[in-house]
């Protein structure tokens, strides 16, 4: 049996335990096999180890967990969260002890570079200051873009997102093995906010477009020790995806903020822009520009 609610609050998947399309005694998820957005595919609430999908049928949970979690090896990250785990949080102290975090890849090559510019980001600025590195296509991770997670100068843990459009795995973090910290624990770019308020945002490209004092949480799940990292700002802006799901998920981690710390949290509805990534470089550096204004 496994723990599903820990695991896809932990991962921050976004899940439903009621409402429509989901089964009495079912956790709804998202179904990644036939693009499904409203809640189709299910996994039991008893725990048992299946999943289906009332669009496409059943699939094979681990293939189906692994492609929602963007991770290769799921089954380490079950064994933590089956019937004889500890807990959690004891599973992961246990596991993310490693010395030191090699982060797959060396320096990036044409076609990385062409799939980020593509994305109308720079290559040369991602490798120098934010140390993103690439992997080949016919290496046992495909061809992808990783991007280390750094906290007070050292990488702990990162984060990989594949370029290939039709890739399964889209997006592919560092197992329980292989980081020094839960990166769900973290918050990417968190080294690069040294000013009295920080932006909360979802995705790395997202903390990437507006650049310094913009933080992701990877994903839209809010944990309590990235909770602490935000308490010493004087103000907190949260800029989650412009959906619904999102923005619920945002004004509830608001509360959960300002709960902790002694100044503002807002939330930041982007309006027509469906998330900060797909702000022009200009809008971005307007709206960090505005961020400014409203704090100093």
Request: hydrophobic fraction near 35%; include cysteine; glycine fraction near 8%.
């Amino acid at each position: 049996m496994i723990n599903y609610i820990q695991l896809f609050d932990d991962y921050s998947v976004d899940y439903a335990t009621e409402g429509k399309n989901v089964g009495q005694n079912f956790i709804g998820l998202h179904c990644p096999w036939c693009g499904d957005s409203s809640y189709h595919g299910g996994v039991p609430k008893d725990g048992t180890e299946r999943f289906s999908c009332w669009r496409c049928g059943n699939h094979g949970l681990k293939q189906t967990l692994a492609t929602i979690l963007g991770v290769k090896n799921v089954d380490i990250i079950l064994d933590g969260y089956r019937d004889d785990f500890v807990t959690v949080n004891e599973k992961r102290t246990s596991d993310c002890g490693v010395s030191h975090v090699s982060v797959p890849g060396s320096e990036l090559q044409w076609y990385h570079k062409t799939y980020l510019q593509n994305r109308r980001y720079d290559p040369e600025l991602l490798m120098q200051k934010y140390k993103v590195a690439g992997t080949e296509p016919l290496s046992d991770y495909g061809a992808r873009v990783y991007f280390p997670i750094i906290y007070k100068g050292e990488v702990v843990s990162y984060q990989g997102r594949s370029i290939n459009p039709y890739d399964t795995y889209r997006y592919m973090t560092a197992s329980p093995q292989e980081e020094k910290m839960f990166h769900k624990h973290l918050l990417y770019n968190y080294d690069f906010c040294k000013e009295d308020f920080i932006v909360l945002v979802e995705g790395v490209f997202d903390a990437l477009r507006l650049g310094d004092s913009a933080c992701a949480t990877f994903g839209t799940q809010f944990m309590a020790e990235q909770l602490l990292l935000v308490k010493p700002f004087k103000r907190v802006f949260m800029l989650y995806d412009n959906e619904f799901t999102a923005q619920e998920k945002a004004k509830k981690a608001a509360n959960m903020v300002g709960g902790l710390i002694d100044g503002e949290v807002m939330v930041v509805n982007l309006g027509g822009s469906k998330d900060p990534d797909d702000l022009s470089d200009d809008d971005a550096r307007c709206l960090m520009s505005e961020f400014r204004r409203v704090v100093y």
